[in-house]
């Protein structure tokens, strides 16, 4: 495959209890930021052929807090292709949340998901050839 504007790759995930790093069960923004270097690795294996490296983050916004026990969405949207350089945006979206004023095990899913954080970031890939 190769590296198109528009090209979007998707994860989903749980986020477990043990990231859990504040009160009221709040994982830490790093946490989205690792999501989006996840996302990127599979994004460069699928164009380029291989992982890439990471050089950059920007604009990089906390818009809705991120708890243990969400199911989250992350994405990664090909904005820009140059020669090495590949530019995203992410997105991780909240798709499900636990809910234990209903029971421990309780959860709901969120229709529409709340997006939680977005950011842009460069990857860089090995030349072609």
Not at 16 to 34: F, K, R
Not at 84 to 92: I, N
Not at 96 to 117: F, H, I, M, N, Y
Request: hydrophobic residues 45%.
């Amino acid at each position: 495959m190769t590296a198109e504007v528009g090209r979007t790759v998707t994860h989903r995930r749980y986020v477990p209890y043990s990231h859990a790093h504040y009160a009221g069960n709040l994982v830490d923004g790093a946490y989205s930021l690792a999501a989006f270097g996840d996302v990127a690795t599979e994004m460069c294996i699928l164009t380029d052929g291989d992982e890439g490296l990471f050089a950059s983050y920007s604009d990089v916004q906390f818009l809705a807090p991120v708890r243990a026990g969400d199911v989250i969405e992350i994405s990664a949207m090909l904005v820009r292709v140059g020669t090495r350089s590949r530019e995203m945006a992410f997105e991780v979206r909240v798709v499900g949340r636990g809910a234990p004023d209903r029971g421990e095990s309780a959860a709901d899913v969120l229709d529409p998901p709340v997006v939680a954080t977005t950011a842009r970031g460069v990857v860089v890939v090995p030349p072609a050839g």
